[in-house]
């Protein structure tokens, strides 16, 4: 059995989709042969978005978990802001809404001063308990994941000093993230934050990507040979019997940020046949920034929508299930095409349609068509939007069966299959007759039909 340490910000009793790969890989990967080694913070110093206690319970019990301190500039940011620190930790600017001007300058502080992200306070503790296990020889390999990508600089002194192979995965873009340009950052920290960017993917052995237009973007840039491996979803969340079915109810379930565009939804909705409109209501399970929440004012007004708040992981799995359809929204921006929300592999495992506003030829629309779970019209695409919410509303009215993921398309991103190609890559990075680079890509198995 080889080991391999795991950095990793995000980990129980932190929520979110973030934690979730973190959390499932290190759930899988023994079963191929690799044992991690988790380096997280300690809760008590961490500034995460959400937290879901619950997920503490699905730790392996023999899972070795090393929490270290940090030091947390939100808490600082919070004071300048007079609020609590629960309420300035978001994801993209969701939920903040129009800054007032104390908070301008607080944003253009922490843009400014905490290069590459506010968790670069982690940066020094991380790095100091990294070394500590590194330097006892017992193992082989180490990964780390952002965001925060700052988690990649503590990785990257470590893995230099004792000569260990380094895997880098971006679950998300860096300096190429949908809300980046939002960011108040000052010439002289886009540049330091571009050469921290390229330093780490220069140096590092592989770099894990989490979709096909990541990795053709990084190459575009002078970064090829990355390996893709998507999100997924775990059998086990999904393995009780589901509960019944809400008639009527198109769901969102997680963070929806000012450039989630639902104008077209909202116009949509309000412009069906009476008939559905009747049938319809919306439902909103996370975080709404109120920019999202004033485009559908109109659909609240009529008394179809509810806003439920933030949820435990459990819970929004079985909101999944119940609902009549899921509703996926892709972040307008310049690089959507590469976007595949963590949410889109537990919505194709709940089984119900899926609605998604995005990019039609993006990388989110070709798994929704390949799966057979759903489909995807341009953010302004009324009349698309609104002729499929009438026809699914007319055949679950009448009891038609309604589109779905086809059998045997979505195995292939269990939580499971997804650590056994990682497993199998760790084996090729350190086998002594392959070489360490360049790597080839692995990603979803590929058939017929299959995005691309």
């Known amino acids: 059995m080889r080991r391999f340490l795991y950095l990793s910000y995000y980990f129980p009793p932190s929520g979110g989709p973030g934690v979730q790969r973190t959390l499932k890989l290190s759930k899988y990967m023994p079963d191929f042969g690799w044992t991690p080694t988790v380096v997280t913070v300690d809760a008590g110093d961490a500034a995460y978005p959400s937290e879901d206690p619950t997920l503490l319970a699905e730790v392996p019990p023999e899972l070795d978990v090393r929490r270290t301190r940090a030091w947390d500039p939100y808490a600082a940011y919070a004071r300048l802001l007079g609020t609590e620190k629960k309420n300035v930790v978001t994801v993209g600017f969701a939920g903040e809404g129009d800054p007032n001007l104390k908070q301008r300058v607080a944003r253009l502080v922490r843009a400014n001063l905490f290069v590459p992200d506010a968790r670069v306070g982690w940066v020094p503790y991380a790095r100091r308990e990294l070394a500590r296990l590194a330097r006892t020889g017992e193992y082989d390999l180490i990964l780390s994941t952002g965001p925060p990508h700052s988690t990649h600089l503590a990785a990257r002194s470590v893995a230099?000093?004792?000569?260990?192979?380094?895997?880098?995965?971006?679950?998300?873009?860096?300096?190429?993230?949908?809300?980046?340009?939002?960011?108040?950052?000052?010439?002289?920290?886009?540049?330091?934050?571009?050469?921290?960017?390229?330093?780490?993917?220069?140096?590092?052995?592989?770099?894990?990507?989490?979709?096909?237009?990541m990795k053709a973007r990084l190459g575009e840039r002078g970064f090829p040979g990355a390996a893709v491996i998507t999100n997924g979803f775990d059998p086990a969340d999904f393995g009780a019997p589901g509960p019944e079915i809400e008639p009527g109810t198109v769901r969102h379930v997680g963070t929806l940020g000012p450039r989630q565009s639902l104008e077209a939804l909202a116009a949509a909705v309000v412009g069906l046949p009476r008939a559905a409109r009747d049938t319809l209501k919306m439902s909103f399970v996370g975080k709404v920034d109120p920019v999202v929440r004033r485009a559908l004012q109109a659909v609240e007004a009529l008394g179809m929508a509810e806003f439920d708040g933030v949820v435990v992981h459990t819970e929004a799995v079985r909101r999944m299930r119940a609902a009549a359809v899921l509703l996926l929204v892709i972040p307008r921006s310049p690089d959507s095409r590469a976007i595949i929300t963590g949410k889109t592999f537990e919505y194709l495992a709940a089984g119900r349609p899926i609605l998604g506003i995005g990019p039609a030829d993006g990388d989110a629309a070709r798994i929704l068509r390949y799966t057979g779970a759903g489909e995807m019209f341009d953010w302004d695409d009324e009349p698309g939007i609104r002729k499929w919410l009438d026809d699914i509303m007319r055949r679950s009215s009448t009891g038609s069966r309604l589109p779905g993921p086809v059998p045997g398309r979505i195995e292939q991103y269990s939580r499971r299959a997804l650590a056994e190609r990682l497993a199998r890559m760790f084996d090729q990075i350190v086998s002594v007759e392959a070489p360490r680079t360049p790597f080839p890509v692995v990603g979803p198995v590929r058939s017929a039909g299959t995005p691309t």
């Open 160 to 213: 230099k000093k004792y000569d260990m192979p380094w895997v880098v995965e971006m679950r998300d873009p860096w300096t190429e993230i949908y809300y980046y340009e939002d960011l108040p950052m000052l010439a002289p920290a886009r540049l330091l934050d571009r050469c921290f960017e390229q330093r780490v993917l220069r140096e590092a052995d592989v770099t894990v990507t989490v979709s096909d237009s």
